[in-house]
C-alpha cells in the first residue's frame, strides 16, 4: 500500500494491481518504478473530478439521442510530436469535424484521442529486425522507444513521468487555445465547445497511482483523463482493468469486438453502467465492416432496455486494419465508411441512437489509409506514413467519414 502524501490523494489499493492483467510492460525495474509510482501519486491531478462530470453530462445527451460524439485523435501519440503547438493542432481537426457535424444540425461532444495517448497493447511481444535480431514490440512512448533498438524498447518507468508532464503540457494547451479563441469574440458559440480529452487505461501503475478523491460523488476517479476506455485485449471480465473502471466515476468506453458475447456484454454494462447516469458507460463498438452485420444484432438484442442506459460508438477503423504487399498496415476508407453504415443502420433497428464515431486521424496529409480496396493492388508504398502504430486517417479522409456518418443520423 502507497502512504498518501497530500489530501488530495488516496490510498492505492494493492490488491487491484495483484488482480491479472493483460499487456503490462516488463518493468523489469521494481525499485524504478515503486519510486515513480510514489512521485505520481504525490502529484496534483491532471484533469479535476468537475470536468470529468460536465464531460459525463455531455455524454447523456448522447445517451438520449440529442448529440453525438467525435472522439479523434492518433493511435500512438509520441512524446515528440505532444508539444503545445501540435496538441493545438490535433485540437483543431477535431474542431473541424465537430463542425462538419453540428452544420448537418447535430450538436457535438468533442473528445480528442489525445494529450495522454501513449500506451499501446500489442499483438506480439517482440519484433524481429531485418538481420534476424529479435526485439521487445514499442508499446507507446509512456513505456518504451519507437527506435527499434534492444536499448530504446528497454521498458523505462521514468516515461511515466514524462506521459504526466506531457499531459499537462497539452491540458495547457487546450486551455490557451479555448482563452485564444473566447478572446478572439468568434461569438460561434461551438469554437468555445470544451475538448475533454481521453485515452486507453491500458498501464495501470499509472492510472492507480494517479487515482484521486471524487468529494462530489465519493469514492475515486482517474485523474489522469476526462474519459478513459478499456481496449478489447484487456476487457475480460475476472482481469484488473475491468476493476480498474468499475472504481473509478469518470466516464468509461470498453472496446467491444466481434468476438464479445452477450454474457459479456451484459455483464459489462452491470458493473460499469448500473448505479451511474446515462453518460457513464460508452461502448466502442469495432467489430469489422465483414463482422459487425453478423455480431452486432444479437448483442443489442441481448442487452435489451440495458441498451438505452449507454452511449454506442462506432471504431470502424480497429476491425479493418489491412496489411499492404510490402507489410504496411493501412485501411480502407470505404471499408470505414461501410462498417460505419452498418453500425447506424443496425442500432436503428434496435430503435438507439448511434451516438458517434471513435476515430484515428493526424492533422496532417499523412497517406497511412488509403481511399479504396482497388488502391492496395500491386507493390504500392505509403509514402507519408509517419503513425508509430497504427494508420490515421488524414483531414479529408477524416472528414469524409464525419460527413457520411452524419448523413445516416
Ligand atoms: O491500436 C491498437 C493496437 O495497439 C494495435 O492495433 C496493435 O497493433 P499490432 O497488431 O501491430 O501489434
Ligand atoms: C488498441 C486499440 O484498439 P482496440 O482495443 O479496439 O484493439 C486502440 O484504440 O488503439
Ligand atoms: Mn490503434
Avoid at 463542425?99 to 447535430?106: D, I, L, P, R
Avoid at 521487445?136 to 521498458?155: H, I, K, S
Avoid at 452511449?311 to 489491412?322: A, F, Q, V, Y
Avoid at 471499408?335 to 447506424?344: H, L, M, S, T
Wanted: one cysteine or more.
Amino acid at each position: 500500500m502507497i502512504t498518501t502524501t497530500t489530501q488530495e490523494t488516496v490510498m492505492i489499493p494493492d490488491a487491484v494491481l495483484e488482480i491479472a492483467a493483460a499487456h503490462q510492460p516488463d518493468w523489469s525495474a521494481p525499485e524504478e518504478l515503486a519510486a515513480v509510482r510514489n512521485e505520481l501519486h504525490g502529484r496534483p491531478p491532471l484533469v479535476d473530478a468537475h470536468s470529468c462530470h460536465a464531460l459525463a453530462g455531455e455524454l447523456e445527451f448522447v445517451a438520449r439521442g440529442e448529440a453525438v460524439v467525435i472522439q479523434a485523435g492518433d493511435c500512438a501519440e509520441l512524446f515528440s510530436d505532444s508539444a503545445r503547438h501540435r496538441v493545438q493542432a490535433k485540437a483543431s481537426q477535431l474542431h473541424h469535424l465537430c463542425e462538419t457535424a453540428e452544420s448537418a444540425g447535430v450538436p457535438t461532444v468533442r473528445i480528442g484521442r489525445f494529450a495522454g495517448q501513449f500506451a499501446k497493447p500489442r499483438s506480439c511481444a517482440t519484433e524481429v529486425l531485418p538481420d534476424g535480431t529479435e526485439i521487445p514490440v514499442y508499446r507507446g512512448d509512456a513505456v518504451n522507444g519507437l527506435n527499434p533498438t534492444a536499448e530504446a524498447r528497454r521498458a523505462d518507468p521514468a516515461r511515466l513521468l514524462t506521459a504526466y508532464d506531457l499531459t499537462a503540457t497539452g491540458l495547457d494547451a487546450l486551455f490557451m487555445r479555448q482563452l485564444l479563441l473566447s478572446e478572439g469574440g468568434s461569438g460561434i458559440s461551438s469554437m468555445l465547445a470544451p475538448t475533454y480529452i481521453s485515452h486507453e487505461a491500458l498501464l495501470l501503475d499509472f492510472e492507480h497511482a494517479l487515482l484521486r478523491q471524487d468529494k462530489a460523488r465519493g469514492g475515486n476517479y482517474a485523474s489522469s483523463a476526462h474519459m478513459v476506455w478499456i481496449g478489447e485485449r484487456t476487457r475480460q471480465l475476472d482481469h484488473a482493468h475491468l476493476a480498474f473502471a468499475e472504481r473509478i466515476t469518470n466516464p468509461v468506453g470498453v472496446k467491444i469486438g466481434p468476438n464479445a458475447t452477450p454474457e459479456e456484454l451484459i455483464a459489462i454494462v452491470d458493473r460499469l453502467a448500473t448505479g451511474h447516469g446515462r453518460g457513464r458507460l460508452s461502448l466502442i463498438v469495432r467489430m469489422g465492416a465483414e463482422k459487425i452485420a453478423d455480431r452486432l444484432p444479437a448483442l443489442v438484442t441481448a442487452l435489451g432496455t440495458r441498451a438505452g442506459q449507454v452511449t454506442w460508438l462506432s471504431d470502424p477503423m480497429h476491425g479493418n486494419t489491412k496489411k499492404t504487399t510490402a507489410g504496411q498496415k493501412t485501411r480502407v476508407v470505404t471499408d470505414i465508411e461501410a462498417e460505419v453504415g452498418d453500425f447506424c443502420r443496425i442500432l436503428r433497428e434496435h430503435r438507439v441512437h448511434p451516438g458517434g464515431l471513435h476515430l484515428e486521424v493526424s492533422p496532417d496529409p499523412v497517406t497511412e489509409c488509403v481511399d479504396t480496396t482497388a488502391e492496395l493492388t500491386g507493390a504500392l508504398r505509403l509514402d507519408r506514413y509517419e503513425s508509430a502504430c497504427d494508420p490515421r486517417l488524414n483531414p479529408d479522409q477524416a472528414q469524409r467519414v464525419v460527413r457520411h456518418f452524419t448523413k445516416l443520423l
